[in-house]
Nanobody, 121 residues
Framework: QVQLVESGGGLVQPGGSLRLSCAAS????????MGWYRQVPGKQRELVAQ???????QFADFVKGRFTISRDYAKNTVFLQMDSLKPEDTAVYYC???????????????WGQGTQVTVSS
C-alpha cells in the first residue's frame, strides 16, 4: 500500500536548475532513508543522492557541489535540488524509500515510477 509520487522533471537548458520531489504515502511505520537514483538506457541504475533518518547525506561523485538533497519529515517527502545541470545528467530519475510498513516487518525498498530529466539546448 506504499505509494511514491514523483514530480519536478522536465526539459532544462545546460546550466539550469530543476527540483525533484518525491512524496511517500500509505502504510508507513518508519522511514530509514530516502534517495534518488538515475538510469540511462543501456546503463545500470546508479545512486545520485540519499538522506538517512540521522540526517546524514550521501552523494555520487558526479553530482557533488551541484545537487543537494533534503527531506520534509512531516510529509515523508524528499527533494533533490539540481543546479548547474549538464547534458550528461539527462536520465530517468527514480525515487527510492527504505521503510517499514509496520512494527512486524523488516526494512524494504520501494521505488517510484521515475521522472524524465532532459538537459539540452
Amino acid at each position: 500500500q506504499v505509494q511514491l509520487v514523483e514530480s519536478g522533471g522536465g526539459l532544462v537548458q545546460p546550466g539550469g536548475s530543476l527540483r525533484l520531489s518525491c512524496a511517500a504515502s500509505g502504510s508507513i511505520f518508519s522511514v530509514n532513508a530516502m534517495g534518488w537514483y538515475r538510469q540511462v538506457p543501456g546503463k545500470q541504475r546508479e545512486l545520485v543522492a540519499q538522506i538517512f533518518s540521522s540526517g546524514s547525506r550521501q552523494f555520487a561523485d558526479f553530482v557533488k557541489g551541484r545537487f543537494t538533497i533534503s527531506r520534509d519529515y512531516a510529509k515523508n517527502t524528499v527533494f533533490l535540488q539540481m543546479d548547474s545541470l549538464k547534458p550528461e545528467d539527462t536520465a530517468v530519475y527514480y525515487c527510492k524509500v527504505v521503510l517499514r510498513t509496520s512494527y512486524r516487518t523488516s526494512l524494504s525498498d520501494y521505488w517510484g515510477q521515475g521522472t524524465q530529466v532532459t538537459v539540452s539546448s
